[in-house]
């Protein structure tokens, strides 16, 4: 038999809120109660007693009552109280995928994940698509620290070159940096410096991923620029990385710094969906990278024209 919800007037309650006392096996025993008919309206403590525990009664039973009064059948609130159980098992499953990770000293008795592996296993699993948000990058162009900036990369870089099918994107906060000398530049002075120092000392592969950028960071007043401060890495559209950290030398070995790594599909798609909706719109714009200004020669090349 199929059953259909009435409208309610007013939705009963959000999911979360709705009945937070009750686990989902609690739910569905309710539901089974009121299906057999051995729970009916009006609803009330003495009758309510014998399925649900005293801590919760009172609760259950206004719930219970408002969706009565909502229009609700005894079949159509044990429907509703089933969805409600698969969607706390659901939660709750996703929450036990949930991994701290950290950067910074490694303190006796806890076991987060390191921030550089997982990016590092990120990257090199990806298959289909790979999402970057970052705020600060490398400035290094010579030495250690220019070949440890570039290595950080360099698993991304690997597995765009070794998969044709792989498409990466990264959002990018671009700086500007005003001085006395440029009392007033074309905000595209800054982003082809940005472009330039990325896919010239930092980006170590022969394929380039698409960047993009948040052109309000340029605006000539300094009180109504905006910064890209979001950190984050989607992969496939099923693992999220969530964190403080930069992808930066830095930011993965040397800060203190926290995050979470998530396998959930449902986030990490509305996540993708955000930024898509912000390019769209064109609060974001691309930062057109489909080729380097010259070939790469080292540390010690001379700067290009434009940086």
């Known amino acids: ?35 057999a008919g051995r729970l009916r309206a009006p609803f009330n403590r003495g009758a309510a007693r014998r399925h649900v525990s005293e801590a919760i009664l009172d609760e259950v039973v206004q719930e219970l009552n408002a969706l009565h009064a909502q229009g609700f059948t005894a079949s159509q609130t044990a429907l509703l109280l089933r969805t409600l159980a698969r969607e706390r098992r659901h939660r709750q499953h996703a929450a036990e995928r949930v991994e701290l990770v950290w950067s910074g000293p490694e303190v006796p008795g806890t076991a987060p994940r390191d921030t550089a592996v997982v990016v590092r296993t990120l990257c090199s699993a990806a298959r289909r698509s790979v999402l970057i948000a970052n705020f600060a990058f490398d400035r290094a162009r010579e030495g250690e620290a220019w070949a440890r900036a570039r290595a950080l990369w360099q698993p991304l870089a690997d597995a765009m070159d070794a998969r044709p099918e792989l498409s990466v994107r990264i959002f990018a906060n671009v700086e500007r940096k005003d001085s006395p000398d440029i009392p007033d530049s074309d905000p595209s002075l800054w982003v082809n410096r940005f472009r330039s120092h990325f896919t010239n000392y930092l980006w170590p592969g022969t394929r380039l991923p698409e960047l993009y950028y948040d052109p309000r960071s340029l605006a000539s007043e300094p009180g109504e620029r905006a910064i890209l401060h979001a950190k984050c890495i989607v992969v496939d559209d099923t693992r999220v990385f969530l964190t403080s950290a930069n ?13 979470l790594l998530l396998e959930d599909p449902a986030l990490a798609r509305d996540l993708t969906a955000q930024f898509d909706a912000l390019l769209q719109q064109s609060w974001l714009l691309p930062i057109h990278a489909t080729a380097r200004l010259g070939r790469f020669r080292g540390p010690n090349r001379s700067q290009d024209l434009d940086d």
Do not use: I, K, W, Y
Not at 249 to 259: F, I, V
């Open 1 to 35: 038999m199929t059953v259909r919800l009435v409208e309610p007037a007013q939705p009963a309650a959000s999911s979360s809120a709705m009945l937070p006392g009750l686990a989902a096996t609690a739910l569905e025993d309710l539901a089974s109660v009121l299906e």
């Open 247 to 259: 992808f930066t030398q830095a930011g993965q070995h040397r800060n203190l710094e926290a995050g």
